[in-house]
């Protein structure tokens, strides 16, 4: 009995450390582009090679890079984003905040609050409309 036990121990064990070890190649990928930066400093950022179009919408994730930690430590945001290119809104799907700059290390990815989950219009002029502005070009869904 305590020899199965160790030999399920140890498959778990394994599986576990693949799994960080996936969660840590999604978050360290070095795809990310340089889209736009803020009048604030922070940098924005989103995984071009990734951006994904299903029923008239677009997928990507975006990361802002923040110049300086905020109130709460965090140097980093990845937010996974929903957009429509046809009037340029867009919804947060999930959000991750980061100790470390460029999302270096990893955290557990949240359900991002009401106020953010629903449907935003990007304005002009503005990071938000400059980042889907971006997302939709590389889908050739804007011109």
Same mark, same amino acid.
């Given at each position: 009995?305590?020899?199965?036990?160790?030999?399920?121990?140890?498959?778990?064990?394994?599986?576990?450390? #693949?799994?960080? !070890? *996936?969660?840590? %190649? =999604? /978050?360290?990928?070095?795809?990310?582009?340089?889209?736009?930066?803020? &009048?604030? +400093?922070?940098?924005?950022?989103?995984?071009?090679?990734?951006?994904?179009?299903?029923?008239?919408?677009?997928? #990507?994730?975006? !990361? *802002?890079?923040? %110049? =300086? /930690?905020?109130?709460?430590?965090?140097?980093?945001?990845?937010?996974? &984003?929903? +957009?429509?290119?046809?009037?340029?809104?867009?919804?947060?799907?999930?959000?991750?905040?980061?100790?470390?700059?460029?999302?270096?290390?990893?955290?557990?990815?949240?359900?991002?609050?009401?106020?953010?989950?629903?449907?935003?219009?990007?304005?002009?002029?503005?990071?938000?409309?400059?980042?889907?502005?971006?997302?939709?070009?590389?889908?050739?869904?804007?011109?």
């Amino acid at each position: 009995m305590l020899q199965l036990f160790n030999k399920n121990f140890k498959y778990i064990c394994i599986l576990k450390a #693949f799994l960080l !070890l *996936i969660n840590f %190649k =999604i /978050s360290h990928a070095d795809n990310w582009e340089l889209v736009t930066k803020g &009048i604030n +400093g922070h940098s924005f950022y989103v995984l071009g090679n990734e951006v994904v179009e299903k029923d008239n919408y677009i997928y #990507f994730w975006q !990361l *802002i890079d923040y %110049k =300086i /930690s905020d109130e709460y430590g965090d140097s980093s945001a990845r937010i996974f &984003i929903k +957009g429509n290119c046809n009037n340029l809104s867009f919804k947060w799907l999930k959000i991750a905040y980061h100790k470390e700059n460029m999302a270096k290390d990893n955290v557990v990815i949240q359900e991002p609050s009401i106020q953010t989950s629903d449907w935003q219009f990007s304005k002009l002029n503005t990071t938000s409309r400059v980042v889907l502005e971006f997302a939709c070009r590389r889908k050739a869904l804007l011109l």
